[in-house]
Every structure is written in structure tokens, then in C-alpha cells.
């Protein structure tokens, strides 16, 4: 079936790293994307990857992807303030016409 | 440069009523779709578009109706509101026809159904 799960909640300080993660289960997947969703807006495309592809790098963003263990992870390298948000993982199923959303995991940066 | 605009950003319904949540995008998009969003469930497809003639059911399309007469078009009405549809419904379009690539979302419309 058709799964994608995501932690709720993170809190990191200004300046460190972030790693939000994620577990999907159609091995199908062709690409998997990160969305950010900032209060009272709706998402925004972040990064995505290949699935045929283990790691992007995207200025501050890092994906990692475990193709074998379907895990997925963002990492934001010096996280600031702005970046607190929501983050969505979502993987795309081959001629299913949508994108499968995790519930998303909300990310608090500390000053 | 305006993407995909929603409207009403904010709607208040008694149990029973119909509204129609608008949505119109101007990037000539194939593809469009309603997702609903509620707390701890992630977004979920609602109905989706992959041209003008053309619409199909997402995983809950119960209690809603769409139509696409116009590539830019795609209202998604209630008939009859009950408060299991308190939600805040995202509309979102893509220039290919898969629904899988890049999706632009508008603001959203938060529904509350009393």
C-alpha cells in the first residue's frame, strides 16, 4: 500500500543542523519530493530526488535516499529562523496522477 | 505573476449549505487537483483534472463535485456541507499530465462546517 510517515515535530537551535526524516513504502516511487509550507500558506517545493539517485545537495539542503530501507531525509545545514516551517515528504507513484504527502513534521528554530 | 489563486481564503458554512471553493491558475497548466488538509493526516487527493473535459476521484471524493470547463478552471463544490468537511482545501496544477512532477499550490481555503 501506499504510505508515507514522517516524525511530527523538531526543535533545533539557530545555527545547528536539522535532519527531518521520512519513510515511504511503494517501492514504485520515481521521485521524492520535500515541500515546505510556511504558516498560513500553502506548499512550496523545496528539493526532490531521483529515485534512482542516493544523495542531492542543494546549497544548505541535503537529501539522502535509502532506497532499500525506503527511507528519505532532509538535511538543512545552519538552520536560521526562516526556515521554521513545515516540512512535507511526498513520493510520486507512476500513473497513479498524485503525489502521496506524509503528515508532515513541524520544525521550530530557537534564537 | 500570479500562479494559482483561491478564493475564498476563509468560509463559514451551517451543516447542510453548498458553496463552491474557486480555483484559477495562469500557467497553463494540464494538471490540477483539490488536496484537503487536516491535522496529523498529511494532504489527501480529492478529485484531479488532467485537462479541460476531463476530471477523475482522488481517495475521498465523497461529498464533492468538480468540473473543468476551462484549462485555467477548477471549482470544487460542496453540495451539502457536513463538519466532517471542516478542512483547509489546497488546490494545486503542473504542467504535465501525470500529477507526479512539480505541484504549485495556492493559498488555501480554510472550510469550517458548523
Known amino acids: 500500500g501506499e504510505d508515507v510517515e514522517q516524525s511530527l515535530f523538531l526543535s533545533v537551535r539557530e545555527g545547528d543542523s536539522s535532519v527531518i526524516n521520512c519513510t515511504y513504502t511503494?517501492?514504485?516511487?520515481?521521485?521524492l519530493y520535500w515541500y515546505k509550507q510556511e504558516p498560513g500558506a500553502g506548499l512550496q517545493l523545496l528539493t526532490y530526488?531521483?529515485?534512482?539517485?542516493d544523495m542531492k545537495q542543494d546549497q544548505r539542503l541535503t537529501v539522502l535516499l535509502n532506497k532499500k530501507d525506503k527511507h528519505l531525509s532532509l538535511r538543512i545545514a545552519d538552520t536560521q529562523t526562516g526556515d521554521s516551517a513545515i516540512y512535507f515528504c511526498?513520493?510520486?507513484?507512476?500513473?497513479?496522477?498524485?503525489?502521496?504527502f506524509g503528515s508532515g513534521t513541524r520544525l521550530l528554530v530557537r534564537p | 505573476n500570479a500562479g494559482v489563486t483561491q478564493t475564498p481564503k476563509f468560509q463559514v458554512l451551517k451543516t447542510g449549505q453548498s458553496m463552491t471553493l474557486q480555483c484559477a491558475q495562469d500557467?497553463?497548466?494540464?494538471?490540477m487537483s483539490w488536496y484537503r488538509q487536516d491535522p496529523g493526516m498529511g494532504l489527501r487527493l480529492i478529485h484531479y483534472?488532467?485537462?479541460?473535459?476531463?476530471?477523475d476521484q482522488g481517495e475521498v471524493p465523497n461529498g464533492y463535485n468538480v468540473s473543468r470547463s476551462t484549462t485555467e478552471d477548477f471549482p470544487l463544490r460542496l453540495l451539502s456541507a457536513a463538519p466532517s468537511q471542516t478542512s483547509v482545501y489546497f488546490c494545486?496544477?503542473?504542467?504535465?499530465?501525470?500529477?507526479?512532477?512539480?505541484?504549485?499550490f495556492g493559498e488555501g481555503s480554510r472550510l469550517t462546517v458548523l
Open positions: 494545486a496544477s503542473s504542467l504535465g499530465t501525470s500529477g507526479t512532477g512539480e505541484l504549485f
Open positions: 511503494d517501492s514504485s516511487s520515481t521521485y
Open positions: 530526488i531521483f529515485s534512482n539517485m
Open positions: 511526498a513520493e510520486s507513484i507512476p500513473s497513479s496522477y498524485k503525489l502521496i
Open positions: 500557467m497553463n497548466h494540464e494538471y
Open positions: 483534472s488532467v485537462g479541460a473535459g476531463i476530471t
